[in-house]
C-alpha cells in the first residue's frame, strides 16, 4: 500500500502561483508514473499533468505553459508548479500513482482561484 499526502493548495487571486506537493513516505515512490488530477464540483475527475518514473512528462492542454510538474525522488516528492492561475482552474486537486496494475489516489487539496 502506497500512503502520500498532498499540499500546498489554497486561495490564490487571478493570476498567481501555487505549488503543490505530493509526498510519500518510501522510497518506492520513484517506480511509480504520478499524476494529478482535478475535479471540479459538477465536472469530471481529468489530467492535468504527469510525470514517468523517467522523468517523461504530459500536460492537459488548458494548463500547457502555465503548470509544470517535477519530481525529487531523494525528497519521495512530486510538484505541480502552478503559475497564471485562473479562475477556471478551481478544483480539487489530487495525486495518482500507478505502476502496473497498481494505483493509489491521494486525498486532495483544494485550489480556489478569485479575487
Known amino acids: 500500500q502506497l500512503q502520500f499526502v498532498e499540499s500546498g493548495g489554497g486561495l490564490v487571486q487571478p493570476g498567481g502561483s501555487l505549488k503543490l506537493s505530493c509526498s510519500a513516505s518510501?522510497?518506492?515512490?520513484?517506480?511509480?508514473?504520478i499524476g494529478w488530477y482535478r475535479q471540479a464540483p459538477g465536472n469530471q475527475r481529468e489530467l492535468v499533468a504527469k510525470?514517468?518514473?523517467?522523468?517523461?512528462?504530459n500536460y492537459a492542454d488548458s494548463v500547457k505553459d502555465r503548470f509544470t510538474i517535477s519530481r525529487d525522488n531523494a525528497q519521495n516528492t512530486v510538484y505541480l508548479q502552478m503559475n497564471s492561475l485562473k479562475p477556471e482552474d478551481t478544483a480539487v486537486y489530487y495525486c495518482?500513482?500507478?505502476?502496473?496494475?497498481?494505483?493509489?489516489w491521494g486525498q486532495g487539496t483544494q485550489v480556489t482561484v478569485s479575487s
Open positions: 518510501t522510497n518506492a515512490f520513484s517506480v511509480y508514473s
Open positions: 495518482h500513482a500507478e505502476y502496473g496494475p497498481l494505483e493509489y
Open positions: 510525470i514517468t518514473n523517467v522523468g517523461s512528462t
